[in-house]
């Protein structure tokens, strides 16, 4: 999804499963169990995303964890921010002697687009992206016509011997 790290990415994996199931809670041990991400790091994950305001936990039966913003007013970028440094430099695979010191590499103006389109990308991103659409109530239209509509015809089988 993006250069970032892999604590980051968790952040992002638990926020989605609890923005999906917005309003309701939602526990640890079932997030943990649906994002494949060990129990301990979720239950952690969870507690810094609380403490910052994202979420509201509440323990005992019937407990879990919510959004306490609306998903429309959560970027990515905020939950990435609170595990990894967010900066517009590139990490320049020469080192850091190169790039900053002498002309640019000569991947350097390659690897700024993608530090670039990855920040806008978790910017304009928001949490509401993983919640779930509520159904149509409309039936779909059929494309036959009324009186072209039959029953479909009783296919024989033969008995197998």
């Keep these: 999804m993006s250069r970032d790290g892999k604590t980051a990415t968790n952040a992002i994996a638990v926020m989605s499963y609890v923005a999906a199931e917005a309003p309701q809670r939602v526990g640890s041990a079932v997030i943990a169990k649906a994002r494949n991400i ?3 790091l979720t239950a952690k994950l969870l507690t810094q995303l609380a403490s910052a305001g994202y979420l509201s936990g509440q323990p ?3 407990g879990g964890y919510t959004l306490v913003k609306a998903a429309k007013d959560i970027r990515l970028i905020d939950i990435v921010a609170l595990f990894e440094q967010i900066d517009n430099s590139s990490r320049c695979p020469f080192g850091s002697e190169w790039c900053g010191n002498q002309a640019p590499c000569p991947l350097h103006d ?6 670039e389109r990855n920040r806008r990308f978790l910017e304009q991103t928001r949490l509401s992206v993983f919640q779930r659409k509520p159904a149509s109530r409309k039936q779909p239209q059929s494309r036959l016509k009324p009186s072209a509509k039959k029953a479909p015809k009783a ?3 033969k008995a197998l011997a």
């Excluded at 390659?110 to 530090?115: H, V, Y």
């Design 60 to 62: 005992g039966p019937g």
């Design 38 to 40: 060990s129990p301990v």
């Design 155 to 157: 296919v024989k089988r």
């Design 110 to 115: 390659t690897l700024t687009g993608l530090t």
